[in-house]
């Protein structure tokens, strides 16, 4: 049995005279719930405010077919339905992890409860202000962690590639280094003279590792079976493995012959396995040079992505840097779906004074958004540009289009498309709000059938706005 007393505990009920408590208790059902035993489930029809008397009850959220927790109410809270609330339905289940003790307020009460109880409806107010603050918070949060999700699984992807080009490149270069000191004493027994060896050494350097990318598929075929036929009739072993790195290299048979012509017959063998077996190693230490400087490339995105190496204030930014970063960031996502990219930057487009980090935000969702919007080999095309007295930047895809009936509503919180736990509507909602409050500038969209226009304002001076 709940008493006057009980509702101490409550902050929005303990200033309250023990007449208006009393009267709240008379209206109250009183309900005990073991571990487990669910009150109301999601889509249950809103109509009672519950206040936890004793014990702890979560809320959790439907989320990519499981829960996320939104929030744990102990003794003394109150959840449910509120006065003035909108909410028809509840959007989680209540699940109580200890013994809990609750009441129930009927919302079929409210009225008569704010007559009888004045004061008590600026302090419920103020708790669903709360509320809402605390969604808002929850679900912005949330909306950035499955952005930030797909970005670290596309990163991973970027990352892995370079890093196993570095591990293959080491692992075969230690493998060919560890043959050259028995190559180098078996030149040593030929008695060649420093002269010829340094010559050869040189019509190495002078052999481009690019001379052959010109080549066609066919073309470099026809060379390497030239070259291995060379080698088969100079008795080199390998002839099939060791011509791909010539032909890599640059030669061709004469330039092998002009190597081997003052050569004694039996040292062209171990001459043009040494000479191999320096130009891979080059070649090898050329790869992990490329291939770490990918992953140093990809940091460097990601630091301009996140603006983690700056203060989160206005600055001047260079939005073509923050877009080409966020490009890099959705690179893996962009390459499954084989979408060609087109870039038209103004070269005379200054910086801008900008918050970065939300910018990347901006750049993020319309560009994730509109690769899902495209069928495989889509055209996603960016421009930037100067429109009087805004910086102009225009995202287009060839995608499928915004049907017209909702088309004045992506906008809006919460609104999405996707299905459960694929997004939480905020993303156009933050877009918006990134660009028309804290940047003072706009943003519009127009819409067909294999063409969406997003276009975004931002002025080219500062604004002083309310962030």
Request: glycine share 8%.
């Amino acid at each position: 049995m709940i008493v006057p007393d009980d509702l101490l505990i409550v902050p929005e009920f303990s200033e309250l005279p023990i007449e208006a408590r009393q009267w709240l208790v008379d209206h109250m059902t009183e309900h005990r719930l073991a571990v487990g035993e669910v009150p109301f489930e999601t889509g249950a029809p809103a109509e009672n405010m519950l206040i936890v008397l004793e014990g702890a009850i979560q809320i959790l959220i439907p989320q990519g077919g499981g829960w996320r927790l939104f929030d744990t109410f102990r003794a003394g809270r109150i959840t449910g339905l509120l006065p003035y609330s909108r909410m028809t339905h509840f959007g989680g289940k209540a699940n109580p992890i200890e013994p809990s003790r609750v009441a129930y307020i009927h919302k079929n009460d409210f009225r008569e409860m704010l007559y009888h109880i004045p004061e008590l409806g600026q302090k419920l107010i103020a708790l669903m202000s709360d509320r809402v603050r605390s969604t808002s918070y929850n679900d912005q949060l949330q909306e950035k962690m499955l952005a930030l999700g797909k970005l670290a699984a596309g990163l991973a992807h970027e990352i892995n590639n370079p890093a196993a080009a570095v591990n293959r490149a080491a692992a075969t270069l230690q493998e060919r280094l560890q043959k050259l000191p028995a190559l180098v004493a078996r030149l040593a027994r030929h008695g060649l003279s420093e002269e010829l060896v340094r010559a050869a050494d040189e019509f190495r350097h002078r052999c481009s590792l690019e001379l052959a990318t010109h080549l066609s598929a066919m073309e470099r075929g026809e060379r390497e079976d030239a070259v291995a036929d060379w080698l088969d009739a100079h008795q080199v072993p390998e002839s099939w493995m060791l011509a791909a790195t010539f032909v890599e290299a640059g030669f061709r048979p004469d330039d092998l012959e002009a190597i081997a012509a003052d050569l004694p017959v039996s040292a062209v063998p171990d001459l043009v396995l040494w000479l191999e077996g320096t130009i891979a190693a080059d070649r090898l230490l050329t790869d992990i040079g490329l291939a770490s400087r990918r992953v140093s490339d990809i940091v460097g995105s990601v630091k301009i992505y996140t603006h983690m190496d700056r203060a989160p204030e206005r600055e001047l930014t260079d939005l073509r840097g923050g877009i080409d970063s966020t490009l890099t960031m959705l690179g893996h996502k962009l390459r499954t779906k084989d979408i060609v990219i087109e870039r038209a930057y103004d070269p005379d487009l200054g910086p801008v004074p900008a918050y970065s980090g939300e910018l990347n935000q901006v750049w993020t969702n319309l560009i994730d958004n509109a690769v899902d919007a495209m069928e495989r080999g889509g055209v996603l095309r960016i421009e930037t540009r100067r429109q009087g007295p805004f910086a102009q930047v225009v995202v287009i895809d060839s995608g499928k289009g915004i049907p017209p009936d909702i088309a004045t509503r992506i906008f809006e919180p919460f609104f999405t498309t996707k299905g459960v736990g694929e997004g939480t509507g905020l993303g156009l909602d933050i877009v918006h709000r990134i660009v028309t409050v804290q940047h003072a500038g706009a943003i519009r969209v127009a819409s067909a059938p294999g063409r969406t226009v997003f276009t975004v304002d931002l002025p080219l001076e500062a604004v002083a706005v309310a962030v």
